[in-house]
């Protein structure tokens, strides 16, 4: 089994910045790529940013230049740094891995969820 658990939204005025973090806990052996993805209500989630395992980083247009994703291997962790906020940004934004455990299973998990709301 894998949890994930995301923490660190919140409320923001735009043009600000927030930086969400994403713990991974479990019988972990290794994790390879890890994203982040948005939700709002009604829509689609979509990919925001990912990273593998090597750290090659990958973004959607909408927030290429604003948003920076990182990740911890030490702390089966993962970031992601949010600039410029815009209220177009306001989602719920979810972390996905996946996780090889020690079994030998590979597993595509999610987190939660936190809430992102850019607002004046």
């Known amino acids: 089994q894998v949890q994930l658990v995301e923490s660190g939204g919140g409320l923001v005025q735009p043009g600000g910045s927030l930086r969400l973090s994403c713990l991974a806990s479990?019988?972990?052996?290794?994790?390879?790529?890890m994203d982040w993805y948005r939700q709002v209500p009604g829509k689609q989630r979509e990919l925001v940013a990912g990273i593998t395992s090597g750290g090659s980083a990958n973004y959607a247009d909408s927030v290429k230049g604003r948003f920076t994703i990182s990740r911890d291997n030490q702390k089966n962790a993962l970031y992601l740094q949010m600039n410029n906020l815009k209220p177009e940004d306001t989602a719920v934004y979810y972390c996905y891995a996946h996780v090889l455990l020690y079994s030998g299973t590979m597993m595509s998990s999610w987190g939660q969820g936190t809430q992102v709301t850019v607002s004046s």
């Open positions: 479990g019988s972990i052996w290794s994790i390879n790529n």
